[in-house]
T-cell receptor, first 107, second 113 residues
């Protein structure tokens, strides 16, 4: 089992819809969690941190479920510009990167 | 605005060649990282450095070496390139104590023939 797993997708979603995807991790001692966004043929960029209490940044909401060992990212009112691959990062002693979930927003 | 630059966007090399990938950051970051990214595998850490002349092996250091002679520059060296080193190479930097907040360069797509 991989230490960090993501559904590779692609998730094909109509513009304006709400979409959510998860990232599961195997190490229960993991301490910090993050979402990065990577546009096609571009470098990853930090999207948001994931706090125990959850956090929201505009249309984006990130949540942590320690009991089930996953983090989630929810995007409301999706825009064409949200099309990207979303990478989760889980840290304990080291950073572990997920392989990413590809999201395609269709007009 | 943090800027991380990499010496080449695309490189084509032959098997057995020595390959140098250069990375420069302009934000005085202590930490620097080299990753490779392959489809379905995510980012895999090759080497990282937390200070000048310091280096630590990541998950897949075999076939690679690094050099950090100056704080702003972190070089990745493929001693003898092989076809299985064809990949996207990404350099990143971060502040000390904030290793998760990484700023990436645009990447170098390396093809080894």
């Amino acid at each position: 089992r991989k230490e960090v797993e993501q559904d590779p997708g692609p998730f094909n979603v109509p513009e304006g819809a709400t979409v959510a995807f998860n990232c599961t991790y195997s190490n229960s001692a993991s301490q910090s969690f993050f979402w990065y966004r990577q546009d096609c043929r571009k470098e990853p960029k930090l999207l948001m941190s994931v706090y125990s209490s959850g956090n929201e940044d505009g249309r984006f909401t990130a949540q942590l479920n320690r009991a089930s060992q996953y983090i989630s990212l929810l995007i409301r009112d999706s825009k064409l510009s949200d099309s990207a691959t979303y990478l989760c990062v889980v840290t304990s002693y080291q950073l572990i990167w997920g392989a990413g979930t590809k999201l395609i927003i269709k007009p | 605005d943090v800027k991380v630059t990499q010496s080449s966007r695309y490189l084509v090399k032959r098997t057995g060649e020595k390959v140098f990938l250069e990375c420069v950051q302009d934000m005085d970051h202590e930490n620097m990282f080299w990753y490779r990214q392959d489809p379905g595998l995510g980012l895999r850490l090759i080497y990282f450095s937390y200070d000048v002349k310091m280096k630590e092996k990541g998950d897949i250091p075999e076939g690679y070496s690094v050099s950090r002679e100056k704080k702003e520059r972190f070089s990745l060296i493929l001693e003898s390139a092989s076809t299985n080193q064809t990949s996207m190479y990404l350099c990143a930097s971060s502040q000390q104590g904030a290793r998760e907040t990484q700023y990436f360069g645009p990447g170098t797509r390396l093809l080894v023939l």
